[in-house]
Nanobody
Framework: QAQLAESGGGLAQAGGSLRLSCAASGLTFRNYAMAWFRQAPGSEREFVASITRSGANTYLSNSVKGRFTISRDNAKNTVYLQMNSLKSEDTAVYYC????WGIGSTSREPYDYWGQGTQVTVSS
């Protein structure tokens, strides 16, 4: 049974940083493109960042480009989201997702597995 477990969320001040981690188990991690999505109260779940299976290519939404970085460690079955220069509008539940043999889609539908989410709250 594949599982994704996010960690690293919490409370940060505007301008601060957080690093999210997502540990995968029960799947062959290197065969999955990985992504982060987020969902704020009253809003739809939106794409934040994705990374290809090898880690050679990454994609970021315009709202986080230049502030967030996605990376992965295939030896540790873990994907990371480094969030810098946080803004109040980054407040949301952040979800990790895995897409088998994918290229890091920016849409929700192609993803096969999802984590339970981790709350990020940015105070201004």
């Amino acid at each position: 049974q594949a599982q994704l477990a996010e960690s690293g969320g919490g409370l940060a001040q505007a301008g601060g940083s957080l690093r999210l981690s997502c540990a995968a188990s029960g799947l062959t991690f290197r065969n999955y493109a990985m992504a982060w999505f987020r969902q704020a109260p009253g809003s739809e779940r939106e794409f934040v960042a994705s990374i290809t299976r090898s880690g050679a290519n990454t994609y970021l939404s315009n709202s986080v480009k230049g502030r967030f970085t996605i990376s992965r460690d295939n030896a540790k079955n873990t994907v990371y989201l480094q969030m810098n220069s946080l803004k109040s509008e980054d407040t949301a539940v952040y979800y990790c997702a895995a897409q088998a043999w994918g290229i890091g889609s920016t849409s929700r539908e192609p993803y096969d597995y999802w984590g339970q989410g981790t709350q990020v709250t940015v105070s201004s």
